[in-house]
């Protein structure tokens, strides 16, 4: 299939069964496309106006357990969505570029792996996802991101990077409430993003020129994004480690402050 003809059906089509395509990529084909208002989602992936509210604790309640996974399963629709939506908007005219689009397929395939293990797990508690309200805030950023380093800034070292300590965060709340099912869950999210945010940290890197690194990745966070949303509820230096950051960047991000508080963040609570 052609990498436009694949990209399109996962943003464009409104059903899960779009957002799940598994083929091969046999043509990187290049297209002229521009960042659509939502992705499409009909019935229950629908986006709702109402304030999604994550649940602030009593996991020991189904109903808790399974807003929690219906946020979880949702952030991670949003990152198929658009990481679709980069392979289309972004060139691949070097070999370079080429590689790094294939990257982006790798960890999109990851994110499909995600989403269906979040969902099975709502289906074996008796839910379904979209049984809970569901937010875009990450699609918000989509339009924002102009160039490859941008969605690498936003997506892999803020975003991902921040998945890293809520996956490893929330592993330790299910296994502690005995649901280890869901945590054994996280544990796998947590180890494929450290393969994700591997990549944003190599291909910048690679395009950051004479600055460092952090001086990069700051400079391509859209207003107003910064990184303080790359942290979660604990810190995990190792994961970051892992995931090849260099240690002035983990520790200029570990001691970043801003008047953004992470615990606030409304779309977790």
């Not at 043509?27 to 521009?34: A, K, M, P």
């Not at 070999?95 to 293990?117: A, C, M, P, T, Y």
Request: proline content about 3%; aromatic content about 14%.
């Amino acid at each position: 299939m052609k990498l436009s003809e694949f990209a399109k059906n996962i943003l464009l089509g409104d059903k899960i069964e779009d957002k799940l395509l598994a083929v091969e990529i046999t043509e990187f084909d290049s297209v002229d496309f521009s960042v659509p208002n939502e992705p499409s989602r009909s019935g229950k992936l629908e986006f709702s106006e109402k304030q999604m509210r994550f649940p602030k604790g009593h996991f020991h309640l189904k109903e808790k357990r399974a807003m929690a996974l219906n946020s979880f399963a949702n952030h991670e629709l949003l990152a198929i969505e658009m990481m679709a939506c980069a392979l289309l908007v972004y060139p691949h005219h070097t070999d370079e570029l080429v590689r790094f689009k294939r990257g982006i397929i790798n960890s999109l395939k990851d994110e499909q792996k995600h989403f269906s293990l979040y969902a099975n797990r709502m289906n074996d508690m008796g839910y379904e996802f979209g049984d809970f309200e569901l937010n875009h805030f990450f699609w918000r950023q989509m339009e924002k991101m102009k160039t490859p380093s941008e969605y690498l800034s936003v997506m892999a070292l803020t975003f991902e990077a921040a998945n890293l300590d809520f996956a490893h965060f929330y592993d330790r709340v299910f296994r502690e409430e005995g649901d280890l099912k869901t945590a054994n869950i996280l544990k796998v999210v947590y180890e494929d993003e450290i393969s994700h945010v591997n990549l944003g940290v190599h291909y910048l890197n690679l395009w950051k020129k004479d600055k460092s690194l952090w001086d990069y990745y700051q400079s391509c966070l859209p207003f107003p994004l910064n990184p303080a949303r790359s942290k979660g509820k604990v810190f995990v230096k190792e994961a970051r480690q892992k995931a090849k950051m260099e240690s002035d960047f983990i520790q200029n991000l570990e001691n970043y402050q801003s008047d953004f508080q992470i615990v606030q963040r409304r779309e977790w609570k």
